[in-house]
């Protein structure tokens, strides 16, 4: 069996009376996170650790926030978008263990619902898929609330020919 990793990082930045997207979900919170697309960091940073790990480069080249064909695009459109291109080399998900760093609003209610979303956009079982959340103490950018960000590592494989 052919495994690989891969890892991705990303930052948004968080501006009252935005849409507040997250994995795969909308939470009612007075901020959303800024982007060109729909700015679901957690989505975000699971894509670019899949096209690292196939060795397909990173979101930004596959789809680029200076094309206006994802201007507001909704992110599991990226993530599907991806799976298609990992998988077209042969490999699949083994699993995505990603944090997300955040002030407010607490996060852990919404975990399960963000898990859901996210395997079923996957096609793949819901406990392939592990999500944390923390703070930062109130320190930087995210601790000020002026940002979020998020970290995945993912293992995907290819299964040997028999």
Not at 95 to 109: F, G, I, R, S, Y
Not at 110 to 121: D, F, N, R, T
Not at 144 to 150: P, V
């Amino acid at each position: 069996m052919n495994i690989r990793v891969g890892q991705g990082y990303d930052v948004h930045q968080l501006k009252e009376g935005h849409p507040f997207w997250l994995g795969g979900i909308q939470i009612d919170h007075h901020q959303g996170a800024v982007g060109h697309s729909d700015a679901d960091v957690l989505i975000h940073v699971i894509c670019d650790a899949l096209l690292g790990a196939a060795n397909l480069r990173d979101i930004g080249f596959h789809f680029s926030d200076r094309d206006p064909a994802y201007k507001g695009i909704d992110s599991k459109i990226l993530l599907r978008e991806t799976l298609k291109l990992i998988r077209g080399k042969g490999y699949e998900v083994g699993n995505v263990d990603a944090t997300v760093c955040l002030q407010e609003p607490k996060l852990n209610p919404h975990i399960p619902a963000m898990k859901e979303c996210l395997a079923g956009v996957m096609e793949t079982d819901i406990d392939t898929i592990s999500i944390k959340a923390t703070t930062t103490e109130k320190l930087g950018f995210v601790g000020r609330k002026e940002g979020i960000s998020a970290y995945a590592s993912v293992l995907i494989y290819k299964k040997a020919h028999a």
